[in-house]
């Protein structure tokens, strides 16, 4: 499996939309964004109205993260700056991240997984939980790996 690094400008980046949606629907035959059309519109509404978080990381060997929505912002209390190459491994508590790892190399074997639930902290110190969590692989269409997403459809107080 090949990979390679990839980085993200802005957040309304289509480009980079098209890669996390199509990744999505291939790996899991359903779109990321339902009955919102493509592009620009469908990135707009990912980052700014979506009600659920997400988040993306490159393929490095130390991912750092090189997407957050809204929802993911507000969660884990980081701006579009703080998130942007803060390494992906530190949303985890210290004594949860090598649970954290293993789930990210299954995904990255799987190509996904889903229902997800783990300890994460957010950059004021505060801990919860994220639930229902699917993971998957940000897959060009000829197999290149560029990085894993994940979306977060709930979350509770730890």
Same mark, same amino acid.
């Given at each position: ?6 980085? +993200? ?5 289509? #480009?980079?939309?098209? *890669?996390?949606?199509? !990744?999505? =629907?291939?790996?899991?035959?359903? %779109? ?31 991912? +750092? ?5 809204? #929802?993911?912002?507000? *969660?884990?209390?980081? !701006?579009? =700056?703080?998130?942007?190459?803060? %390494? ?71």
């Amino acid at each position: 499996m090949r990979t390679d690094v990839i980085s +993200v400008s802005s957040p309304l980046d289509t #480009a980079f939309f098209t *890669l996390l949606n199509g !990744s999505h =629907e291939r790996l899991l035959d359903r %779109p990321l964004v339902p009955d919102v059309p493509s592009g620009a519109e469908a990135a707009s509404w990912l980052y700014h109205d979506a009600p659920f978080a997400v988040l993306a990381q490159d393929a490095a060997d130390d991912p +750092v993260f090189i997407y957050a929505n809204n #929802a993911a912002q507000r *969660l884990f209390a980081y !701006s579009w =700056e703080e998130f942007r190459g803060l %390494p992906s491994r530190l949303s985890a508590p210290v004594a949860d991240r090598s649970a954290r790892d293993r789930l990210m190399a299954e995904a990255m074997g799987n190509g996904y997984v889903e229902g997800y639930r783990g300890l994460r902290e957010s950059g004021a110190g505060r801990r919860f939980w994220i639930e229902d969590v699917t993971i998957w692989n940000l897959t060009e269409t000829d197999g290149t790996v560029r990085g894993q997403a994940a979306i977060i459809r709930s979350w509770s107080d730890a």
